[in-house]
């Protein structure tokens, strides 16, 4: 026999409450391709405006970079082990790719402006250059080397740039999409904002290899992330080909990216309940197989060409392993400054205040995720701080006594930028309706304003380095600048200032909007809605979750 329950008023009042909030709270996502072309667009506008205010080859070892893209589009992948140079290799390169490295002229030289740069060659003749980077896996440089097929001198130099640019604020705004599908999306993007340093905007305006490892780092997080949230028992397939891809290209960026690739699978996916499901969907089987051939490609590259092969000796070359690994430890908290602003030829920090301040946001949100982050979201933020605290001195202390010091901070930045938005995501699971608190939303407000106006200061700051030097006064970049990047500097510090105001402004709507998803966006008749039911945000200014 069946029997009724009688609801007390009070369990009426709470289920009514209930659905009059699901009521008040329930929005449309904005379909994914809205989102990706809104977050490429403003990370095009901030890293674009880095590649053109920053003087050309002004990136560590960006000349040699150049030369080995140059070398490769050519079809010559490695070149002939260098007689002047131990560890670099000799490549034939038209005349002035071969030339780019006087381009350098003001490096380790802060009083000395970029008026230094003389024109390259005019000639397409080819000849020997010198490249520290011949072993590097070739994929990046097979694409930003493009443009030097059919352009010449410094047009081919900002053309790879541009290349580069466009590749990687791709893959971001691929990862802004996962971010903005989790049930609480706004903590997770103001922690890809934090952690979208200027350091990362300069290296993503560079011909670098970090700059793709950065981002398909981060977007293979995120990815992973989303998909470790919803644990559903139907993976869409494009979250799966989201998550080849990103692995794929991380696997072939540098040497040291396989490590990366596993850390962000042990920080995910260390679950048993989601493995369990996730081995029952097809999608997820190719995923992997494209992943691991994409690994074994790049670890045989690695073992072929002997890129990991000593090159010429550092400072501190012969020190025991364990001193190199007690030295790397002790200075943790003073790689900061590589992670948030460290420019040209590791020659133009940023001011202490403006490490200090990041620096305080970004170990903020990580000491925030790991208090009261829960379960995985806990254990991915604790993964990743790890990986970031233990990884240099251990790398260092192997490598110290051949080699020397070579660590530099940036060698870790992708990891440290997907600590800080683990971090983001466990503040949004732990306190998915803080932001619906008045004033949590006045923080969240201050905290994205400060980080734009620091953003500008920062690319100033870089630019008085090359447009006057180190020697003269502010009012010169104005009245008498000895160098000017194409079209004037204040054009493009007013484009990167646009595109924060937008950044920040978007950011802002997606935290501040209260969501509740109910279908599958990528089943049939999503109507752009998100995938799995969640229910976040409100008015309540407790942040309580709302009734069961």
Not at 23 to 41: D, G, H, K
Not at 49 to 71: F, N, Q, R
Not at 139 to 163: C, D, F, H, I, N
Not at 416 to 443: E, H, Q, T, W, Y
Request: glycine share 8%.
């Amino acid at each position: 026999m069946s029997q009724t329950r009688t609801t007390p008023s009070r369990d009426r009042d709470q289920v009514g409450r209930s659905t009059d909030w699901q009521v008040r709270t329930a929005r449309q996502v904005r379909p994914a391709w809205q989102v990706f072309v809104m977050a490429f667009l403003v990370l095009a506008a901030l890293a674009g405006s880095w590649a053109v205010t920053s003087p050309l080859e002004s990136a560590p070892d960006e000349p040699a970079h150049t030369i080995h893209a140059v070398a490769v589009v050519r079809g010559e992948l490695i070149g002939d082990p260098s007689t002047q140079q131990r560890g670099a290799s000799e490549v034939d390169v038209p005349k002035w790719a071969a030339s780019s490295a006087q381009l350098a002229c003001f490096m380790l030289n802060p009083t000395i402006s970029a008026n230094c740069q003389q024109p390259l060659p005019d000639s397409s003749e080819t000849t020997s250059g010198l490249t520290s980077a011949g072993t590097y896996n070739p994929m990046y440089y097979a694409v930003v080397g493009l443009p030097s097929l059919v352009l010449e001198g410094k047009a081919a130099l900002y053309a790879m740039r541009g290349v580069s640019v466009i590749w990687c604020c791709a893959l971001l705004a691929l990862a802004v999409v996962a971010l903005s599908r989790l049930r609480s999306p706004g903590w997770p993007l103001a922690g890809f904002a934090v952690a979208t340093t200027p350091m990362v905007l300069f290296l993503l305006g560079s011909v670098n290899p970090s700059a793709l490892e950065i981002a398909a780092t981060v977007m293979l997080f995120c990815w992973l992330a989303l998909i470790a949230e919803r644990r559903a028992d139907r993976l869409p397939p494009s979250h799966a080909a989201a998550v080849a891809v990103a692995g794929a290209m991380l696997a072939n960026t540098r040497s040291i990216a396989l490590l990366w690739l596993l850390l962000v699978a042990v920080a995910t996916l260390v679950d048993l309940s989601l493995l369990r499901r996730l081995v029952r969907n097809r999608s997820v089987w190719i995923a992997a197989a494209v992943i691991a051939v994409a690994a074994v490609a790049g670890l045989l590259w690695t073992l072929s060409s002997n890129s990991l092969g000593a090159g010429v000796p550092y400072v501190g070359a012969g020190t025991s392993h364990l001193r190199g690994f007690v030295h790397m430890l002790l200075i943790t908290f003073q790689n900061g400054q590589g992670y948030i602003g460290l420019f040209g030829w590791i020659d133009t920090p940023l001011p202490a205040t403006s490490i200090v301040l990041w620096g305080g946001a970004m170990l903020a949100f990580t000491v925030t995720g790991l208090v009261f982050g829960r379960g995985h979201r806990r254990w991915a933020v604790l993964v990743l701080s790890a990986a970031v605290v233990f990884v240099p001195p251990v790398v260092q202390g192997i490598a110290v006594t051949e080699a020397g010091y070579i660590w530099q901070a940036r060698y870790i930045l992708a990891l440290v930028a997907c600590m800080v938005i683990a971090s983001g995501i466990a503040i949004g699971d732990a306190f998915p309706r803080s932001l619906a608190n008045g004033r949590v939303r006045l923080l969240a407000v201050v905290l994205l304003v400060a980080l734009a106006i620091m953003q500008v200061h920062a690319s100033v700051w870089a630019l008085k380095r090359y447009v006057v030097g180190d020697g003269f006064g502010w009012r010169t970049m104005l009245t008498t600048p000895q160098w000017q990047p194409p079209l004037g500097w204040p054009v493009w510090v007013g484009i990167l200032a646009v595109g924060l105001i937008a950044g920040t402004t978007l950011v802002l709507r997606a935290a501040f909007t209260p969501v509740l998803t109910t279908e599958d966006a990528d089943g049939p008749g999503d109507g752009g809605q998100d995938p799995f039911p969640a229910v976040v945000g409100d008015d309540d200014p407790a942040g309580r979750r709302p009734p069961a």
